[in-house]
Each structure stands twice: as C-alpha cells, then as structure tokens.
C-alpha cells in the first residue's frame, strides 16, 4: 500500500488560479476543481514539488510559455475530428459560399479565420469543401485560411497533419486531400495544407488581423468562458468581420439573445 501524500489544491490556490487562468486567456475553471487536481497532481510531483501553493507561486511569478502551455494542455480537452457538424458546413458550401463568392468576384480572395482550431482538421476541412465548390477554378481565388489556437502543441500536431481518418471520410477526399502515411494513418495533401496558415493566438487579445474577415469559424470554445467573457469574444469578432460576414459555432452553442448578430439558422450568425 503507498504512503505517498495525495496533493489536493487549497481553497486559496484554486481560487489563485482560477483568477489567472481567467483573466489572462478566458477559461473559466470555476467548477474544475476536481478536473485540477487530478490533472496537475502528476505534473506538480514531475516539477518536484510537493504541494498546489509551490507550483501556483511559481507560475504567477515566473512561469515561462511552456509552463503556461503545459497547463492549458492538462485543463482544456483539444478533441475534434473531420465532418464535424456537417450542418454547419452545408450551409456554408450552399448558401455562404455562393453569396461570398459573388461578392468577390472582383478581387476573388476570401477571407477565412478558424479560430479555436486545435489539431487542425477544421481548417482543413474547410479546404477540402471549398476546393470541391471552386473545382476547375480553384487557383483563380485566393482562400488561403487564418487558422489560431492558444495551445502550441496542438498547432504542432495540425501542422504535422497526420490523422486517422473517420470511416464516413468521403472516398475522392481520401484520393485528392490526403497521402497514405504510417499504418492506418494519413497525411493531409500539400496543396490542402498550403491553403491554412497556422498562428498561435489567444482569443482574449485584440482582433488585429490585416483583413476583417467573411467567414469565422469559432466552434466549442466558448463552453469554456463565462458569459461576460463570451459576449465581449462575440462583439470583438463581430467587429473583425466585413457587413454581411458570418460567424459559425458549434450546435451545443448560442449567442446572447441581445447579440448584434442576426440568427440565420442554428448555430449560425450573420453581421
């Protein structure tokens, strides 16, 4: 039987941390407790201390970016997958695309930011169905993705793009968008990834992108926020948006009911 000491978070720490956390990249950690202390246990004991307050103390005051990463990795869960919500990305190949485009025909770039893309299959299938709209005229248009998250480690992976793929994934897909890799694993095409550009980004900063965007995809994200956190997402994405611009979220989501967004169908907005 081990003696060895469980480490449990104190009110003082837990609450320390929830403020961090909160203030500096949104998550609301409120009701995690549970969630943090059977997370961070392994990682405070790896770092070599021996309880929460050591461990709190240091990343408060001189934890670095890989410190702050390691602990967003351990307290929010990065999970997603191709075809996500295929709902949403009807809509956008049916109606937002059509009427995008018509607007650009002038200049023919659109403008794309997946934001909150974790491992990358958002982006990328955002590609796959755009290349198949544009068929024949793909390299007429410019459409080359803004693709952000706040964990670098998930960037890593999204970049790498390998990926098992889901038994549902579309067959030409599998011939045109990706190459066969290790085992049962695939690896996204060149000409899908050159399409997305990957930036770290922490959704509490600032939107100062160079162009406002057509299209945002802001998807099972904000169910980590508290809904003063979400609203003032909401009102800085809408400003980073043209007139007539969208922003798509996830089925599990809404907006506030005083949103200045205009519902257009479930889970979809339009400035």
């Excluded at 320390?16 to 405070?44: P, T």
């Excluded at 024949?136 to 670098?152: C, I, Y």
């Excluded at 290790?182 to 939107?207: C, H, S, W």
């Excluded at 406002?212 to 169910?223: A, E, P």
Aim: aromatic share 14%; charged share 25%; proline share 4%.
């Amino acid at each position: 039987m081990s003696n060895e000491k469980e480490i449990l978070i104190s009110d003082a720490d837990f609450n320390r941390m929830v403020k961090f956390v909160q203030s500096n990249y949104g998550i609301d950690l409120h009701a995690k407790r549970q969630l943090i202390n059977s997370r961070l246990a392994g990682v405070i004991k790896n770092k070599g201390y021996d309880d929460f307050k050591s461990y709190v103390d240091y990343l408060l005051t001189k934890g670095s970016g890989d410190d702050i990463n390691e602990l967003l990795s351990k307290l929010t869960t990065n999970y997603t997958y191709f075809q996500r919500e295929t709902e949403s990305f009807d809509y956008f190949v049916k109606k937002i695309l059509p009427e995008t485009t018509a607007k650009h025909k002038r200049d023919k770039i659109l403008s794309i930011w997946s934001a909150a893309c974790s491992s990358g299959e958002e982006p990328y299938n955002v590609t796959m169905y755009m290349m198949d709209y544009f068929g024949a005229h793909w390299k007429e248009w410019d459409t080359r993705m803004l693709a952000t998250d706040l964990s670098v480690d998930v960037l890593a992976k999204a970049q790498r793009g390998v990926y098992q793929l889901p038994d549902n994934m579309p067959n030409h897909w599998k011939r045109e968008y990706f190459k066969p890799a290790t085992g049962d694993r695939y690896q996204i095409a060149p000409k899908v990834k050159e399409n997305v550009i990957f930036r770290q980004f922490n959704l509490m900063d600032p939107i100062q992108f160079k162009r406002k965007f057509d299209v945002i995809f802001c998807r099972n994200v904000m169910i980590y926020f508290d809904q003063p956190t979400k609203t003032a997402l909401i009102n800085r994405m809408y400003d980073a948006t043209v007139p007539g611009g969208y922003l798509i979220i996830s089925l599990s989501e809404n907006l506030p009911p005083d949103t200045k967004w205009k519902r257009c169908t479930s889970a979809i907005f339009q400035k």
